[in-house]
């Protein structure tokens, strides 16, 4: 697989002059107002060739910023909703997903990682860019029996009642083909789960504690059941609980065919706060990387 991917060059830095860039430029690369007011920018461009030829038999290649003016690092990525993607990530999606599809073989795709991690959210995502159906395995269990939330699963009938509705749905699911899974952050304990989830390619979604936290006690812990029994405001008892929770599960974690770290996208992009990577952002890194593995 690695053979027929694409190749990557590294070029030199160079320097581009913002008065010939058009109001709004096309492709890969986009500046954003403030950049474009500079004279002139340097940047560190790196190339990826995709191995295809247009009608023309040209080859093509789509190019990605890395580094930007006085040696500050930006992104050629901004945050956009789904249904605003524009030229930079939605075509960035489509072409990388184009290189993955022939290799999937309709194999299912399964998110796994901590609550909060945005399984469902870029897991939707995902699914759209490589033509699957999306599937929630909390909402399987949900509607399997016949309530509204895991809260009230938990509830009623507790936790291992719970985790053995959760095995039933992915051994369905490990019968189907073409999906995006998320699954609950609690479905790597059991082994029997990976049993089911090696049929597909698993991808763990690994974003830091403090970030988890804040997304969690933005939203609050209601929907929570693991966290909502802890004492204090909602960031300290999200973070306390959360800390705990993935001392027990990250060596599971660790199964997962590939992993996707939001503390390395920032680190590539130039971000020094994980909060600024989007989810689109996120869902390109998990494509990249079920690449590397195919």
């Not at 580094?67 to 945050?79: D, F, G, I, K, Q």
């Not at 509607?143 to 009938?157: C, H, L, M, R």
Request: glycine letters at 6%; charged letters at 25%.
């Amino acid at each position: 697989m690695e053979g027929n991917f694409a190749q990557r060059m590294q070029i030199s830095t160079t320097w581009i002059d913002t008065g010939n860039l058009a109001r709004k430029p096309t492709g890969f690369l986009r500046f954003s107002g403030r950049l474009k007011e500079q004279k002139r920018l340097q940047v560190f461009v790196s190339a990826q060739f995709r191995p295809v030829r247009d009608e023309n038999r040209h080859r093509l290649a789509s190019f990605e910023v890395s580094r930007s003016y006085n040696n500050s690092r930006v992104s050629t990525l901004e945050s956009e909703s789904l249904q605003d993607l524009l030229d930079d990530e939605a075509l960035i999606l489509k072409n990388k997903s184009q290189e993955i599809e022939p290799y999937l073989n309709g194999r299912c795709i399964y998110l796994v990682g901590m609550m909060g991690s945005g399984k469902t959210t870029v897991g939707k995502i995902l699914s759209q860019a490589i033509h699957y159906s999306f599937c929630d395995s909390d909402t399987l269990v949900e509607k399997d029996v016949g309530v509204t939330s895991v809260a009230e699963i938990f509830q009623i009938y507790g936790e291992d009642f719970f985790r053995d509705k959760e095995t039933e749905a992915l051994e369905k699911l490990s019968l189907e083909h073409r999906y995006v899974v998320s699954t609950g952050g609690g479905a790597v304990i059991q082994d029997e789960n990976w049993t089911y989830m090696r049929k597909g390619i698993s991808v763990w979604l690994d974003v830091p504690l403090e970030e988890l936290a804040q997304r969690i006690a933005a939203v609050g812990t209601k929907t929570r059941p693991l966290l909502d029994r802890e004492p204090g405001d909602a960031y300290t008892k999200a973070f306390r609980r959360l800390s705990a929770l993935f001392e027990q599960r990250y060596k599971a974690y660790e199964n997962a065919n590939a992993r996707v770290s939001l503390e390395n996208i920032a680190a590539k992009l130039g971000y020094k706060d994980v909060s600024n990577i989007t989810p689109p952002m996120i869902a390109i890194e998990a494509i990249e990387q079920i690449g590397n593995i195919l």
